[in-house]
């Protein structure tokens, strides 16, 4: 097994996000049963006074790229090479997020090495590595074996507790230059969400359509049983890519992270990507014709009924119910 | 532009999902395909810069189910023209796809010409060995984006929107040739009449081009799939639907939500 383990440190707008914190945890775990070394490696604009916050890496290798406030992909790619070859590293760990989107792909393939994408959990067996994939939208699981650990890890948001990656120990710091790239992608600006009617991640309560919602039209039935609840309308995807929602809307990894008291879930099949957006909502029901779908495997409670045939009697049981108090 | 979309067909995840004897594929007796959804906003992304900057979409895809069916649909919908290289595309993991393409693209049948932008799904459902986007463009040695949401044709490059999380987005200027992997269009994509694609089926054709199969089909060591053992399930509501609207009433109420 591979002695050194590489953690791309993940971070928008000056701060590190949450993958970086799960990832770390991961790693220490490989590396607990491997005896390997873990070093975050922090690439970007000022991005060093992050470093502090990265103890549970052994050390910390920071490269400073003044160039763009988000680091290019070039750039990022060319650093991790780097610290690869000086580390003699086996193993990296990237955010499947979409800030850090495509970059492992690249990574291992520059390093001629297997990318296992959607990793959900890892284990050491035999000698090799054994990670856990959910594919086919979480139906179905995959385990792919890393003979010597060596490869290249996309992680999967959610899939490990950040806390077990959080430390208050001064991590050692080493600084890597960056290598001069080519820009053929220029980061231009950010640009913020237009401010929205409604913020979703301030709700209490949610009802949330998907595909089930089947038509525009019918939007506005959960409109209606949104205001019975005291509540807004949040959307899946492809509502939002129908154009019938704006994307203020939109939950999942695109989209809104939520935690509202009360999520319920109209025709929403509860793809990973979306459950990244919901998973800590205090009370999920979902409302899905289809027994099978995955958002039960998750969901407090189930109704496999069509959700356009439910939205009037349960508007019509919750005044009930507001009523009799 | 010279604008080339990548067309892929993945399981319908609406029907049952099975593993195979062999323990490494998908039962394929019940197996359903359809387009990757994200293709489809590829290909939608491709015939709007097509209608602004003018220019021709290829759709390409490799040998699948209902393959040809997704292909006279892009050409009924305006693509111009379509290949299909006679290769199992189910078979074959994300790297041997790409190295697929990059044959392709190295072939006179579909040249990278200064002003190409090739244009897979921005990711598909069974993208174990990553994204085809990204490989394919470190095979040709192309800049590329992924999660991309809007395409803007300027002075001979592309400003790309790319999605984050959020709903914030960041804005790139990216040199061309590239591969963009393409999230959603900026308009949802187009629906096309049932007689219009009959029609096409006897005017078009299909070219296919052949190519040398990849040596290795999998890049990734693959010990077994499986079906994930439910660790928590959702308590069932059943009967009437007024008598699950009361029941989730009294939940709602007992738990202080109404």
């Known amino acids: 097994m591979s002695a050194v383990i590489l953690v791309l440190a993940e971070h928008l707008k000056g701060a590190l996000t949450d993958i970086t914190f799960e990832m770390l945890g991961a790693a220490r775990q490989i590396a607990q049963a491997t005896q390997a070394q873990v070093y975050a490696v922090l690439i970007g604009n000022n991005v060093s006074g992050l470093a502090n916050q990265l103890g549970s890496a052994d050390a910390v290798l920071v490269a400073e790229d003044t160039t763009a406030d988000q680091p290019s992909a070039e750039v990022v790619l060319a650093v991790l090479q780097q610290a690869w070859t000086q580390k003699q590293a086996g193993l990296a760990l990237l955010g499947g997020t979409n800030v850090s989107f495509g970059l492992g792909a690249r990574l291992a393939a520059r390093l001629k090495l297997p990318l296992v994408n959607f990793c959900k959990a890892v284990r050491v067996q035999d000698g090799s590595l054994v990670c856990t994939s959910q594919l086919f939208g979480g139906k179905i699981l995959s385990d792919v074996r890393l003979p010597d650990g060596r490869g290249v890890l996309n992680i999967y948001p959610g899939s490990f507790p950040a806390e077990a990656g959080k430390s208050n120990r001064t991590p050692a710091i080493e600084r890597l230059t960056v290598p001069a790239a080519e820009p053929k992608v220029v980061f231009k600006q950010l640009i913020e969400p237009a401010a929205g009617d409604v913020d979703i991640t301030k709700q209490d309560v949610l009802v949330s359509v998907g595909r089930g919602i089947q038509t525009q039209d019918n939007i506005a039935l959960a409109e209606e049983l949104a205001q019975a609840l005291g509540g807004a309308v949040s959307a899946s995807r492809p509502v939002v890519d129908q154009g019938w929602l704006p994307m203020t809307r939109q939950v999942g990894k695109s989209g809104m992270t939520v935690k509202p008291k009360l999520y319920l879930a109209l025709g929403i099949s509860g793809a990973p990507e979306h459950w990244e957006g919901m998973r800590d909502s205090g009370l999920i029901i979902a409302v899905n014709t289809d027994p099978k779908a995955p958002i039960f495997d998750f969901a407090h409670y189930g109704v496999t009924v069509d959700c356009l045939e439910l939205i009037e009697p349960l508007k019509a049981a919750i005044e009930k119910k507001r009523a009799s108090k | ?258």
């Open chain 2, 1 to 258: 532009m010279n604008l080339y979309v990548l067309l892929k067909m993945v399981p319908d995840t609406v029907e049952e999902l099975n593993v195979a004897a062999d323990g490494k594929s998908l039962d394929s007796e019940f197996l359903r395909f359809k387009v990757n959804e994200t293709d489809e906003h590829a290909l939608e992304q491709a015939l709007l810069l097509k209608e602004k900057h003018g220019g021709k979409v290829t759709v390409v895809a490799l040998e699948a189910p209902e393959v040809d069916d997704v292909l006279y649909t892009a050409l009924a919908k305006g693509a111009d023209r379509a290949i299909k290289i006679p290769i199992d595309q189910v078979r074959l993991g994300t790297v041997a796809t790409a190295q697929t393409y990059a044959a392709l693209f190295a072939s006179p049948a579909a040249p990278i010409t200064p002003d190409t932008l090739v244009l897979p799904g921005s990711q598909a459902i069974d993208d174990l060995e990553g994204e085809l986007g990204a490989h394919l463009a470190e095979a040709l040695q192309l800049p590329y984006l992924g999660v991309v949401c809007g395409v803007k044709a300027v002075d001979g490059k592309v400003l790309v929107q790319k999605e984050f999380a959020g709903g914030l987005k960041a804005e790139f200027e990216v040199a061309l040739p590239a591969v963009l992997g393409i999230q959603s269009a900026e308009k949802p994509p187009r629906y096309v009449p049932v007689a219009k694609v009959r029609a096409v089926m006897k005017s078009a054709k299909i070219e296919s081009v052949e190519l040398d199969a990849p040596q290795q089909q999998q890049a990734v060591e693959l010990d077994r799939l499986y079906k994930p053992e439910v660790a928590g399930r959702a308590q069932m509501l059943e009967g009437s639907v007024e008598e699950i609207a009361d029941r989730l009433a009294d939940i709602l109420a007992e738990r202080g939500i109404i």
